[in-house]
């Protein structure tokens, strides 16, 4: 039994990748064992914890529900995309990551990448959320070790950052 | 050590990495090279004979590298695995074997392994695996134990693991002449520690060295070393246990060896190529670890004042089908009980029971929720008996500032006297009254029930043991350079361990921390070959 392969173009983080997969692989499968993007996590692969979500055209989306072959038309951003530009090879933090690190939004970190994915989002949408907001933007989303009360201070501040850099 | 640098805001070295999507954990070790993946084909059923196991239809499927069972076992590797924490009571201890031999006693009991090209082969792989069993009833849950009409191993009476009883005094006679009594029967259900990350392990060998180099997702790294080593007929020199980053513990990762910590490693010898497991969440749903499922009986004695004079404790505990971790679970429960009080005397009595479940692991808290709730319960109970102030009924019964240290009277789960140093429970439990606003909760409460809201409150005293060990093992290392690297075998889920020598020490331009990864025995010649694992207090 030979598995069929499809050659797909994933378009990830602004840069261009040819791979041959096979139709019933993974988005969050290709990503980090294809492309070797293991900042996405795969914490439940069924949809429901969320460390897998990474943006299809700036929209959320569950890596673990999505076939790699059905990415082909989008732009995919991945946690390896939300640091930006500053001169130096790593770049400087985006806003929510920045946020992250002042808030102590993070412990373990392995729910980390949904979050800042789910948030960058969700920031594009309403830029100046109330806590309610907050809440609401991380809730298709799990923490294990937070207690998301830090999480939610992130997001607010994540909006401050990117207030003040605006 | 000095305390100037305690409280000060120190960014964690770990954000960076992580907030980048340059975290590394087990899943993401050798990513881009040669890998082999493992699956493992878990039991259905709570309780059956393996009658047959048919692996024909896989031995042929293109891709597939090793289909193992029990029979393909040798050695110690076909013995069952350790009982790590053995202890005179557990005289009916059991633990399973890295592939179910003869029998499966929990839902999730692995079977069969293989190895194949990638994780999704090695699951069409397990589904094509056939397997006959002959049903045998299930016994769920502590009343069918206790009742032990079914057991769960044959050559287990009643479904008893182990039974322990400790008392400090009479109980019984003081709670007979006391003034008022009660009876309480308190039940906790069952948890799981369902970390972010699952369990995973992933092993290389090296045929020209002869060392095998493990990383895997736990909280023990010294640990696993020792059982790989013992398990494969390898000297403990030869094996190097990393522990990455790590997505959660809770508990469930302090087992160990789990079945796939033995499997990988040798598939990864016999084959010699680089193997892999990531265990998905419907495993971890089914086949990891519980904890808090117990059943308590209370019979207490207490005077006017609802000051304890005899405290007598019943209870069960769930110990699922195996018991690799001992008895430390239901130890701590029946010596923490007692929390900041010294009741007259105390007579504690468990039985640690057998079900068809999965196994139980110390997970947040390790039994002592459990010892808590019964503990406050009945406080809160006396209290409406006499009707008097639930504080009051709690400061008769503390130990006083003066009375330490405090011997209980016990014996902990390290063996040693229960014996508290130090504490001011008084002090503790009026600036707790004062934070909460407790004597003018009862103002609030008629005031919300004017608006009409009706709000309550509750408070619980609690002393935990801490500071397993206690002892770490470090090592020092000065470069030609002059830098100075200490490496520390304790890892990390999260509590930001990679900095604990620059924070407590005073000198701390002095060190660096490594920051990369923590293990056993580290690849550049850093062992650290001892560490008690990070665990509640730790």
């Not at chain 2, 350790?82 to 009991?109: C, F, K, M, S």
């Not at chain 2, 069409?124 to 069918?144: K, M, N, S, T």
């Not at chain 2, 709730?373 to 003066?402: C, H």
């Not at chain 2, 009026?430 to 606003?437: D, F, H, I, Q, R």
Request: charged letters at 25%.
């Amino acid at each position: 039994m030979t598995e069929e392969l499809h050659e797909v173009r994933l378009v990830v983080n602004g840069v261009a990748h040819q791979v041959r997969v096979p139709a019933r692989r993974l988005l969050s499968d290709a990503l980090r064992h294809d492309l070797g993007l293991t900042g996405t996590h795969v914490g439940c692969e069924h949809g429901v914890c969320g460390a897998c979500t990474v943006l299809v055209d700036g929209r959320p989306m569950r890596s673990c529900l999505m076939l790699a072959v059905s990415a082909v038309d989008g732009e995919i951003t991945t946690v390896e995309g939300l640091t930006e530009r500053d001169g130096t090879a790593e770049g400087r933090l985006g806003p929510v990551q920045q946020a992250f690190a002042e808030c102590h939004g993070l412990q373990c970190g392995f729910c980390t990448p949904g979050f800042l994915t789910t948030i960058t989002a969700s920031l594009r949408d309403n830029p100046d959320p109330t806590e309610d907001d907050a809440r609401d933007m991380i809730a298709g989303n799990l923490c294990r070790c937070t207690g998301y009360a830090n999480i939610v201070r992130s997001v607010l501040r994540a909006a401050e950052i990117a207030r003040e850099q605006a | 050590m000095t305390t100037k640098l305690f409280g000060e805001k120190i960014q964690r070295v770990e954000d960076q990495r992580f907030l980048r999507g340059n975290g590394r954990y087990v899943d993401d070790v050798l990513v881009g090279h040669d890998v082999l993946h493992a699956a493992v084909l878990r039991s259905p059923h709570a309780h059956a004979r393996i009658v047959d196991i048919d692996v024909s239809a896989v031995l042929d499927l293109e891709g597939v590298h090793v289909v193992w069972t029990h029979d393909d076992l040798t050695g110690a590797m076909a013995e069952p695995l350790p009982l790590l924490i053995p202890h005179p009571q557990l005289t009916h201890g059991r633990t399973q074997y890295a592939l179910a031999r003869d029998e499966v006693n929990y839902v999730g009991e692995a079977i069969a392994f293989v190895v194949a090209d990638d994780r999704y082969v090695a699951e069409d792989a397990i589904g094509r695996i056939r397997v006959d069993y002959e049903f045998l009833p299930p016994v769920v849950g502590l009343e069918a134990a206790r009742v032990a009409e079914h057991l769960v191993h044959a050559d287990v009476p009643g479904n008893v693991a182990a039974r322990m009883e400790q008392e400090n005094g009479d109980a019984r006679a003081a709670i007979a002449s006391a003034p008022h009594s009660l009876s309480l029967d308190l039940t906790i259900e069952r948890s799981a520690s369902m970390p972010m990350e699952g369990r995973g392990t992933v092993a290389r060998w090296d045929p020209d060295t002869g060392r095998l180099t493990v990383w895997t997702s736990t909280q023990t790294s010294t640990g696993v070393r020792a059982a790989v080593a013992a398990k494969l007929g390898l000297d403990l020199a030869q094996v190097d246990v990393i522990t990455p980053d790590v997505g959660g513990g809770f508990g469930v990762k302090i087992n160990h060896p789990w079945p796939e910590e033995l499997l990988v490693p040798l598939a990864a010898r016999s084959l010699g190529r680089v193997v892999k497991f990531t265990e998905d969440r419907r495993e971890h749903f089914i086949s990891s670890a519980h904890e808090r499922g117990q059943v308590h009986h209370v019979e207490v004695g207490y005077d006017d004042d609802g000051r304890v004079l005899g405290l007598d404790v019943q209870f069960w505990h769930d110990n699922g089908a195996y018991t690799p971790y001992g008895l430390i679970v239901p130890i701590i429960t029946s010596t923490q009980l007692l929390g900041p009080y010294k009741p007259g005397s105390y007579r504690v009595v468990f039985e640690s029971l057998y079900t068809n479940t999965v196994m139980v692991t110390p997970y947040r808290g390790a039994g002592r929720p459990q010892g808590c709730y019964v503990m406050e319960r009945t406080m809160d109970a006396i209290a409406a008996a006499l009707g008097k102030d639930r504080t009051e009924v709690r400061s008769v019964n503390f130990i006083q500032p003066d009375e330490f240290p405090y011997d209980q009277g016990l014996i902990f789960q390290d063996g040693r006297e229960l014996e508290y140093d130090s504490g001011d429970y008084p002090a503790s439990l009026e600036k707790l009254k004062a934070l909460v606003g407790w004597d003018e909760f009862p103002a609030f409460r008629e005031e919300m029930a004017r608006e009409g809201r009706r709000v309550g409150i509750g408070l619980a005293c609690y002393v935990e043991g801490t500071g397993v060990g206690p002892y770490e093992g470090a090592h020092v290392h000065i470069e030609t350079s002059g830098r100075v690297k200490v490496a520390i075998g304790l890892t990390t889920q999260g509590q930001a361990t990679p900095r604990p020598s620059p924070r407590s020490s005073p000198t701390r331009s002095a060190y660096r921390s490594r920051t990369s990864r923590w293990s056993a025995a580290t690849p550049d010649g850093c062992p650290t070959p001892w560490a008690p694992s990070p665990r509640g207090p730790r």
